[in-house]
């Protein structure tokens, strides 16, 4: 009997487009600068590098979780008019290794911050045009 697969697939990719997240209809992080991840039966992960990320919006939170295959994930809340989505990025302050590259990034979760590939002029954005 084959032994079951300890590790699930991933992989991470430079992503050859830029990407935003927006949050309460304003743009919290842009950029031409993400590593994309791709893990085995999960939806594709953006990571931004931090100078890309608004984060005077954002406190690190007391939340801390760990993942055998990237290390531990700190976690931050967004506080912007008043609205706040607790613990909706995480962030692998130190790696393990083979995801080094994913070092002091964040991501965010996408049922509180709405993340998305530009495609083209950023005004062909779909994302965008809904906002005009």
């Given at each position: 009997?084959?032994?079951p697969e300890i590790h699930p697939h ?25 590593i994309t991840v791709y893990e085995e ?18 406190g690190k939170t007391d939340r801390s ?68």
């Amino acid at each position: 009997m084959t032994p079951p697969e300890i590790h699930p697939h991933i992989t991470l990719k430079a992503n050859p487009r830029r990407v935003r997240a927006i949050y309460q209809n304003h743009v919290i992080a842009d950029s031409d600068d993400v590593i994309t991840v791709y893990e085995e039966g999960l939806e594709p992960v953006h990571y931004f590098q931090r100078e890309d990320v608004s984060m005077e919006f954002m406190g690190k939170t007391d939340r801390s979780t760990r993942c055998p295959y990237k290390g531990d994930a700190s976690y931050y809340s967004i506080v912007m008019e008043g609205v706040i989505a607790e613990n909706a990025l995480w962030s692998y302050e130190d790696p393990i290794a083979g995801m080094e590259a994913l070092r002091g990034r964040v991501a965010f979760y996408p049922d509180k911050v709405e993340v998305y590939e530009l495609v083209g002029d950023e005004r062909d954005s779909p994302a965008l045009d809904s906002r005009a």
